[in-house]
């Protein structure tokens, strides 16, 4: 579990403390993900999910069919993703700075 971990080495503490750019690929996921399943805590299930798919613009143009079968990966952390995907589409097409 995260909670095992110091409180600054926390994803969500870590953005808090030092900035969202302050953490690696696998802590802005787990971040968005917020939870993992019993088992495997977020963080080391955004890894597992980065390292499958091996970057964030291929994870963020996976369908239902190519994440289904992926545990803990269900409709809810699907459609997270499919939000993520989309609102980085808007904010680059609004000039995000």
Do not use: W
């Not at 291929?58 to 990966?73: A, M």
């Amino acid at each position: 579990m995260l909670k095992t971990l110091p409180k600054e080495s926390r994803p969500r503490e870590k953005l808090i403390q030092r900035g969202a750019k302050s953490l690696s690929d696998a802590e802005l996921l787990a971040v968005m993900l917020r939870t993992g399943y019993a088992g495997k805590n977020v963080l080391s299930m955004a890894k597992e999910l980065l390292a499958h798919f091996q970057s964030f613009a291929q994870l963020l143009n996976v369908s239902y069919e190519d994440v289904s079968h992926i545990k803990g990966l269900g409709m809810m952390k699907y459609t997270q993703i499919c939000a993520m995907r989309e609102i980085v589409e808007r904010s680059l097409m609004h000039g995000l700075s």
